[in-house]
């Protein structure tokens, strides 16, 4: 008798919620409590807001043991507190993990999820991250996972692949590029190419270092790279771009013209490029106060270095799995993608397209409809007004009329006088 053994390939699939601004959280419980954490590849631990920032929902220790203060850095804020080690439920599975509990938290109160859940190439080459906890118990048989990212917003229709990867979550095959030597999921470029219908320019740079991170929402880029994407769309698309700063975030607006803005191909090696459509990297499309019809793009400016770093809408795009054990990162698009079939004028959530529009004709109605009324007690006030000093001044004219005639009839009555 011949008995045959079929090895069956463990995973485990985690919904995540797509929260405001394209935020992906995973659900993780302690304590009774459970926590919607952000997804995020460019963390190096796991932090959950504290007692003392004030959220309805916060981390406290409970039967657990503190290790050390910590504090964390990253481009758009800082957190600090002090590290314990908590046991935690994942999807049924008992881990424990060290977190944060963050008492300190600069630019991150915006954000409607409880934390962050750290997958960097740091964090996965600790003993204790949560890769490592699963492979050892056996629930996955590679340490890998991947992001299959939906635009859809507060639904939990985005999943954390934990394990090899699904060939239903893509299209085509993944094609996998070797990151540099790097705490993050880095990978050198070749070139970023901004393409028009019949022109094609590069976009210079000191360096084409390229990071995929889960965890901001938009495409972070250089000062240096920003100036000069904004140049060459300006002069040579005619798109009147310009920066915005609002609380400490630099963006770009610029003019709308559905057929003006070019496609941006990110070259990674001969056989890779990320091609970003003009509905990839354009927020959304709408009316400011003046009526001018500008569009609000995807890339937010950082200081710190020559780095382009591709948050989740570009992940909306490109499925991305993550091999720990390999080192690789796998790209392929995504089996949501329906983006290129959107024009610009429907880019962005249902609320702010064509908001402004709205308000500023209602405010222009309310305006017109101020004057009229000012206009109008103005005039039922003058009126009379002018009527009362308009018969005023008949009444005098008549009563001086009426003085001249006195005057010559008593003139013609008298006597001539005799010598």
């Known amino acids: 008798m011949i008995i045959f053994i079929i090895a069956t390939v463990s995973c485990l699939?985690?919904?995540?919620?797509?929260?405001?601004?394209?935020?992906?959280?995973?659900?993780?419980?302690?304590?009774?409590?459970?926590?919607?954490?952000?997804?995020?590849?460019?963390?190096?631990?796991?932090?959950?807001?504290?007692?003392?920032?004030?959220?309805?929902?916060?981390?406290?220790?409970?039967?657990c043991a503190s290790t050390e203060n910590q504090t964390l850095e990253y481009a758009q804020g800082k957190i600090s507190g002090v590290k314990y080690s908590q046991t935690f439920s994942l999807m049924n599975q008992s881990l424990d993990l060290q977190v944060i509990e963050a008492s300190k938290?600069?630019?991150?109160?915006?954000?409607?999820?409880?934390?962050?859940?750290?997958?960097?190439?740091?964090?996965?080459?600790?003993?204790?991250?949560?890769?490592?906890?699963?492979?050892?118990?056996?629930?996955?048989?590679?340490?890998q996972f991947g992001l299959l990212l939906n635009e859809q917003n507060c639904q939990p229709t985005s999943i954390l692949i934990l394990g090899k990867p699904n060939k239903n979550y893509y299209i085509n095959e993944l094609q996998y590029v070797k990151p540099i030597q790097s705490e993050q999921w880095t990978v050198?470029?070749?070139?970023?190419?901004?393409?028009?219908?019949?022109?094609?320019?590069?976009?210079?740079?000191?360096?084409?270092?390229?990071?995929?991170h889960s965890g901001v929402s938009k495409i972070l880029i250089s000062k240096y790279k920003l100036n000069k994407l904004i140049s060459i769309f300006n002069e040579?698309?005619?798109?009147?771009?310009?920066?915005?700063?609002?609380?400490?975030?630099t963006e770009v607006v610029c003019?709308?013209?559905?057929?003006?803005?070019?496609?941006?191909?990110?070259?990674?090696?001969?056989?890779?490029?990320?091609?970003?459509?003009?509905?990839?990297y354009i927020a959304y499309c709408d009316y400011n106060y003046f009526l001018q019809h500008i569009c609000y793009l995807n890339f937010q400016q950082i200081d710190n270095q020559d780095v382009l770093?591709?948050?989740?809408?570009?992940?909306?795009?490109?499925?991305?799995?993550?091999?720990?054990?390999?080192?690789q990162i796998g790209i392929a698009k995504s089996i949501y993608y329906q983006r290129d079939k959107q024009s610009l004028s429907q880019l962005g959530s249902n609320v702010n397209n064509n908001s402004m529009l709205y308000f500023t004709i209602l405010l222009a109605l309310v305006l017109l409809i101020?004057?009229?009324?000012?206009?109008?007690?103005?005039?039922?006030?003058?009126?009379?007004?002018?009527?009362s000093v308009l018969e005023k001044s008949s009444s005098r004219s008549q009563e001086q009329e009426m003085e001249a005639i006195t005057l010559k009839t008593q003139s013609n009555s008298q006597p001539p006088l005799t010598t």
């Open 309 to 327: 770093v591709l948050g989740s809408v570009v992940l909306q795009k490109y499925y991305t799995h993550y091999d720990e054990t390999t080192q």
């Open 13 to 63: 699939d985690i919904n995540l919620t797509n929260l405001q601004f394209n935020y992906y959280s995973l659900p993780i419980s302690a304590n009774n409590i459970t926590y919607h954490l952000i997804v995020d590849t460019g963390n190096e631990d796991m932090w959950i807001f504290g007692k003392n920032s004030n959220r309805r929902i916060y981390y406290e220790c409970q039967k």
């Open 236 to 249: 040579n698309y005619q798109l009147n771009c310009e920066k915005e700063s609002q609380n400490q975030v």
């Open 255 to 280: 003019s709308y013209n559905e057929q003006s803005f070019p496609e941006l191909n990110i070259n990674i090696d001969a056989n890779l490029s990320l091609t970003l459509l003009p509905q990839d």
């Open 370 to 387: 101020v004057i009229y009324i000012t206009i109008k007690m103005l005039l039922k006030q003058s009126i009379p007004l002018y009527l």
């Open 188 to 212: 050198k470029g070749i070139s970023v190419e901004i393409v028009g219908k019949n022109n094609k320019y590069e976009l210079e740079s000191y360096s084409q270092l390229i990071t995929f």
């Open 105 to 143: 938290v600069e630019h991150f109160y915006s954000i409607i999820a409880d934390g962050a859940v750290g997958f960097s190439r740091k964090q996965l080459s600790k003993e204790d991250n949560i890769l490592k906890k699963l492979y050892d118990s056996k629930v996955i048989d590679y340490k």
